[in-house]
C-alpha cells in the first residue's frame, strides 16, 4: 500500500543557515531513491536574484499574476515578506504528497500559520542561530552591505525569531553537522509513525496476523 509523503516547514531568519541544511539533507536523501524527497518551488514577486533560475529557485511573478493566482485560490499559504508577495501553490504540493515524496516548505512564519490550519499533520522545525552576536556575524557575511542593511536584517531576524514557541521542533544551527543531523532525526522520526509504517508494512502484518 502506497504511503502518502510527509509534509515539512522549515523557518528561520536570514542567515540561520536554513537553505544549507535543506540543501545537505536532500543531498544526503539521494541515496534513498524509495523514500524521495523534494523542495517545494515557491511563487515569489521579488526579482531574481544572479544565479537564480526561474521554476529552480522560484517561479518568478509579476504582482499581477501573483494577484490573479490568490483570486483563483491557487495557494495553499502566501505572505507578504519584506515587501514582496510569496507563495506554495496547493496543486503542486498535492500533487507531490500523493505521490509518496516528502515535501519541504522554506517558508515565513505567516505561511507556517496558514498551513498548520489547513494541514494539522504538517510537522514544523524553526531553525535558530545560536547567539544574535553569531547571528550578526553570518548576517554582515561578505562585509559588502550598510549598517543600515544590516540593522534592517536583524530587525526582520527579531521579527521571525519571535515566533519561535509556535513550531513543534527547533534546531539551534551552531555546528552545522549535529544540526543536519538533528533534522535526519526529525525526519526519521516522522517516518517511523505507526500510521506510515502499518501502510508500508501491511503485507507483513496480515501475515503475521494470519489465522495457523
Ligand atoms: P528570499 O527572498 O530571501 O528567498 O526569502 C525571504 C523569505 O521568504 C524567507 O524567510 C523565506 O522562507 C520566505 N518564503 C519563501 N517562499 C515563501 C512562501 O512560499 N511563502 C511564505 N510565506 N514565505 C516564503
Same mark, same amino acid.
Given at each position: 500500500m502506497s504511503v502518502t509523503g510527509n509534509l515539512f516547514i522549515l523557518s528561520a531568519p536570514s542567515g540561520a543557515g536554513k537553505s544549507s541544511l535543506i540543501s545537505a539533507l536532500l543531498e544526503n536523501a539521494k541515496q534513498d531513491s524509495a523514500r524521495p524527497m523534494q523542495v517545494s518551488v515557491s511563487h515569489t514577486t521579488r526579482a531574481p536574484r544572479p544565479g537564480e533560475v526561474n521554476g529552480q529557485a522560484y517561479h518568478f511573478v509579476s504582482v499581477d499574476e501573483f494577484k490573479q493566482s490568490i483570486d483563483n485560490k491557487e495557494f495553499y499559504e502566501y505572505a507578504e515578506v519584506f515587501g514582496n508577495y510569496y507563495g506554495t501553490s496547493e496543486a503542486a504540493i498535492d500533487a507531490q504528497l500523493e505521490q509518496g515524496i516528502d515535501v519541504f516548505l522554506d517558508i515565513d512564519w505567516q505561511g507556517a500559520q496558514q498551513v498548520r490550519l489547513k494541514k494539522p499533520q504538517v510537522t514544523t522545525i524553526f531553525i535558530s542561530p545560536p547567539s544574535k552576536a553569531e547571528l550578526e556575524k553570518r548576517l554582515r &557575511?561578505? &562585509?559588502?552591505?550598510?549598517e543600515e542593511v544590516i540593522a534592517d536584517r536583524m530587525q526582520q531576524a527579531k521579527s521571525e525569531c519571535s515566533h519561535y514557541q509556535e513550531f513543534d521542533y527547533i534546531i539551534v544551527n551552531d555546528d552545522f553537522e549535529q544540526a543536519l543531523n538533528d533534522l535526519t532525526i526529525i525526519v526519521k522520526n516522522q517516518r517511523l509513525k505507526c500510521s506510515q509504517q502499518a501502510k508500508l508494512h501491511n503485507a507483513m502484518f496480515e501475515q503475521l496476523l494470519q489465522e495457523d
Amino acid at each position: 500500500m502506497s504511503v502518502t509523503g510527509n509534509l515539512f516547514i522549515l523557518s528561520a531568519p536570514s542567515g540561520a543557515g536554513k537553505s544549507s541544511l535543506i540543501s545537505a539533507l536532500l543531498e544526503n536523501a539521494k541515496q534513498d531513491s524509495a523514500r524521495p524527497m523534494q523542495v517545494s518551488v515557491s511563487h515569489t514577486t521579488r526579482a531574481p536574484r544572479p544565479g537564480e533560475v526561474n521554476g529552480q529557485a522560484y517561479h518568478f511573478v509579476s504582482v499581477d499574476e501573483f494577484k490573479q493566482s490568490i483570486d483563483n485560490k491557487e495557494f495553499y499559504e502566501y505572505a507578504e515578506v519584506f515587501g514582496n508577495y510569496y507563495g506554495t501553490s496547493e496543486a503542486a504540493i498535492d500533487a507531490q504528497l500523493e505521490q509518496g515524496i516528502d515535501v519541504f516548505l522554506d517558508i515565513d512564519w505567516q505561511g507556517a500559520q496558514q498551513v498548520r490550519l489547513k494541514k494539522p499533520q504538517v510537522t514544523t522545525i524553526f531553525i535558530s542561530p545560536p547567539s544574535k552576536a553569531e547571528l550578526e556575524k553570518r548576517l554582515r &557575511g561578505r &562585509g559588502q552591505d550598510s549598517e543600515e542593511v544590516i540593522a534592517d536584517r536583524m530587525q526582520q531576524a527579531k521579527s521571525e525569531c519571535s515566533h519561535y514557541q509556535e513550531f513543534d521542533y527547533i534546531i539551534v544551527n551552531d555546528d552545522f553537522e549535529q544540526a543536519l543531523n538533528d533534522l535526519t532525526i526529525i525526519v526519521k522520526n516522522q517516518r517511523l509513525k505507526c500510521s506510515q509504517q502499518a501502510k508500508l508494512h501491511n503485507a507483513m502484518f496480515e501475515q503475521l496476523l494470519q489465522e495457523d
